[in-house]
């Protein structure tokens, strides 16, 4: 217990410097050193957790195993160390605050006053040491949310000042800062660093790594001048230059020595190298495709690039795995209907329609899918997509005039997707989704069980609604069958089209785990039927 190490990271100067990622990068080289490793995010915003809030504001809700509903960058940590996180890997304010003014209202301070410092303090720190206490990890690396300055961090940059005084030679502190290049002068700044530092030790925090972001290479002098003025060695000024991609980061920080820093600065061996082999190949991969494809995603938070961070991330790994580049283009779903679909999404090899919540933008995916399954063009519909997919076919194939989940017409004479009887008392009772890992069983001699080669998966949920085994034996007797089921409460998870190259509908979210070692099949499968469909509509141009 008393072995696990805390790196704490902060940013400075400017948000979207990537900490989330030089976070996961370090956790993967420490990680390929053979050391258990996880990270978790401390959130400085009051919500509860990231479920509530806005996807344009926030990007995407990340779902981890245990049903938390998190902060997106626990999805990189996930993609690139394999190794699945939970609720006690996201920690926002509000989180802590209720868990402090539960413990007031039971007494349980004894009539003291509640103050930020200790109480706050202490169950941010009670909440960092969680998971090393309990799982024995080697390095727990806490990454802090916000910008150092922000009057929300306040709590969490001193709450990382007493554990590194209470536990001396057990922490480390690494800053991200930005060092701009101004044109005109033809030069690196090292000012804006300098001032954030300055801001981290008015909080009585020194850093002991620096990681600067830059879009050119910093000299001798450079990390000189930023050593100097910060209080670092110069060893402990580390470049992170703009990639091309963000799975080179780990190799860029192994080539930059973050690794050795760290290791060397809480007095540990260095002696084993990191193995990067499996990630080197696959940005190989990434780098040099021979094929390429386009993708439409079809969805209504197209406006901001992280509302599908997960799927996006998915299409890379499963580009990849193909050798394939895979080009995304993001389509509104509000601007599809049944007449423009063939002018909107004729160039597309494949098409994949996207989850969500709410009645915008509804129609359009309907028509997407409606195009896809006549002009057998590959499919992928995830949660609300899949359910599209059924409503879709229940009205153009089956007849079911007006068929639709209830989400979106409570007055629907064909509720084909519906909300299952127990799940409305709990509404009521105002709990409200199926969230996290449930069982799915595969039925042999589908196509998902040729693509994912078991017998059992299990998946990722976060959803209302399911579909009505009312309608099963229609859409079974007309082509459109169930391929995946919950064993338990017999609830359709998977449904895919027999005539048909590849359309495949899916209750749950696949891409909460692509990994970069372990693509996720679903969406391995979808970029190889593309690539399948792009080459026999050359063929048939050709010919
Ligand atoms: N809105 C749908 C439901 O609640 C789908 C949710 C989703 O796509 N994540 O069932």
Redesign the pocket.
């Known amino acids: 217990m008393a072995k696990t190490r805390y790196i704490f990271v902060t940013g400075g100067v400017s948000s979207s410097l990537g900490k989330g990622i030089i976070s996961a990068s370090l956790a993967k080289l420490l990680q390929s050193r053979g050391f258990s490793v996880t990270i978790q995010k401390l959130d400085p915003y009051i919500n509860v957790d990231p479920g509530t809030l806005n996807p344009y504001e926030h990007g995407e809700c990340y779902v981890t195993e245990d049903g938390a509903e998190t902060d997106l960058d626990l999805g990189h940590y996930e993609r690139f160390l394999n190794v699945p996180t939970s609720q006690a890997n996201n920690v926002t304010t509000g989180r802590i605050y209720q868990t402090v003014i539960e413990k007031e209202r039971r007494g349980d301070y004894l009539g003291e006053t509640v103050q930020v410092i200790p109480h706050i303090t202490d169950e941010i720190k009670r909440n960092i040491q969680i998971l090393g206490n309990k799982y024995d990890f080697d390095f727990v690396i806490t990454e802090i949310g916000g910008t150092v300055g922000d009057i929300e961090s306040l709590p969490y940059i001193e709450a990382v000042r007493q554990m590194k005084w209470e536990m001396p030679g057990k922490c480390l502190s690494v800053h991200l800062t930005l060092v701009p290049y101004l044109a005109a002068a033809g030069e690196l700044k090292t000012k804006p660093t300098q001032h954030s530092v300055k801001t981290l030790l008015e909080s009585g925090v020194q850093p002991d790594i620096i990681v600067c972001r830059t879009e050119k290479h910093l000299n001798q002098n450079i990390r000189n001048k930023i050593a100097l003025f910060c209080n670092v060695e110069s060893t402990s000024v580390i470049e992170s230059i703009d990639a091309r991609t963000i799975y080179e980061v780990p190799i860029l920080m192994r080539d930059e020595k973050l690794d050795v820093e760290v290791l060397r600065k809480l007095n540990l061996s260095t002696d084993r190298q990191p193995d990067l082999g499996r990630w080197e190949e696959f940005v190989y991969r990434l780098k040099n495709p021979k094929e390429e494809v386009r993708i439409a995603l079809v969805g209504k938070y197209v406006e901001l690039k992280d509302a599908y961070k997960s799927i996006q991330e998915s299409l890379v790994h499963a580009g990849a795995s193909n050798e394939c580049k895979v080009h995304v283009s993001t389509i509104h779903s509000e601007s599809l209907n049944d007449e423009n679909c063939m002018d909107k999404l004729k160039g597309f090899d494949g098409i994949l329609v996207a989850?969500?919540?709410g009645h915008r933008g509804i129609e359009g995916k309907i028509s997407a899918i409606r195009y896809a399954r006549e002009n057998g063009i590959p499919f992928f519909g995830?949660?609300?997509g899949m359910?599209c997919a059924v409503v879709e076919f229940g009205r153009n194939v089956l007849g079911l005039e007006g068929a639709h989940s209830t989400?979106m017409d409570a007055e629907t004479p064909y509720p084909v997707i519906d909300m299952m009887e127990e799940q409305k008392k709990i509404t009521n009772k105002g709990g409200t989704?199926r969230l996290g890992v449930y069982t799915c069983r595969i039925i042999k001699g589908t196509r998902v069980s040729d693509i994912y080669q078991q017998d059992e998966v299990s998946e990722r949920h976060?959803?209302?609604?399911e579909f009505n085994n009312f309608y099963l034996k229609d859409y079974e007797a007309a082509g459109m069958k169930a391929a995946g089921i919950n064993p338990t409460q017999d609830l359709v998870e998977i449904m895919e089209l027999v005539d048909h190259p590849w359309f495949i509908g899916v209750q749950f979210?696949p891409e909460y785990r692509s990994t970069v070692v372990s693509p996720h099949p679903l969406f391995v499968g979808f970029i190889g039927a593309s690539i399948k469909h792009k080459q026999l509509r050359h063929m048939t141009v050709s010919h």
């Open positions: 989850p969500g919540f995830i949660c609300l359910q989400e989704m976060r959803h209302r609604y979210h």
